[in-house]
């Protein structure tokens, strides 16, 4: 795959691992005849490892062998969360520490889930982009106050604290972006 072609979630192999795509900018050369550069921010997806790339439009990388397996969380231990295939009912698992972030949004039921497999190894999950959780905790709207744009932290099923519109209370179901954690609205009833 061209550098100019490439977006985030890409993965790709670079050195011999595959690496995911997290961050990309554009930097447009200010002289005549130069070249335009893409710089990348990514992560090995076997080390964890954060990985800065810094290509010309015309560069390539090749794409990773891997499947991508529709899954269900099942549980998780100490040290890894296991998922279960929803079509050969094979348990993969990986360590909690290597989806830290996802885990502010994984709960048992949740649909939409699917792992990055590479050579028989779970080596990343994809969460659906918006979730919907139950506030078990926040404040209660004060009175007097307006429902202009006043904020309030509360916090979800999974422990993650979200911000929200002060007229929410607790026990709604709330939408959440799973890839910056923003409140997005009230889940449809």
């Not at 200010?30 to 335009?36: Q, V, Y």
Request: hydrophobic share 35%; charged share 30%.
């Amino acid at each position: 795959m061209i550098a100019k072609d490439m977006k985030r979630g890409d993965v790709l192999v670079y050195n011999g691992s595959p690496i995911i795509v997290e961050n990309l900018q554009v930097q447009t050369p200010s002289a005549r005849g130069a070249a335009t550069l893409y710089k990348f921010r990514c992560r090995n997806l076997i080390t964890k490892d954060k990985i800065d790339l810094k290509l010309k439009g015309t560069d390539t990388l090749d794409e990773a062998d891997f499947s991508h397996r529709s899954v269900n969380y099942s549980y998780k231990d100490s040290t890894d969360v296991y998922f279960i295939d929803n079509e050969t009912y094979e348990m993969y698992n990986i360590a909690q520490e290597d989806i830290a972030e996802e885990m502010n949004f994984l709960k048992e039921g949740l649909e939409g889930i699917f792992a990055l497999i590479y050579e028989g190894r779970c080596v990343a999950i994809n969460l659906p982009v918006t979730v919907e959780m139950l506030v078990t905790r926040c404040d209660p709207a004060a009175r007097g106050n307006s429902a202009t744009s006043r904020e309030k932290p509360a916090v979800i099923e999974t422990g993650l604290t979200v911000m929200v519109p002060e007229y929410l209370e607790e026990g709604e179901v709330i939408k959440v972006d799973t890839r910056t954690g923003e409140f997005l609205g009230r889940a449809n009833k």
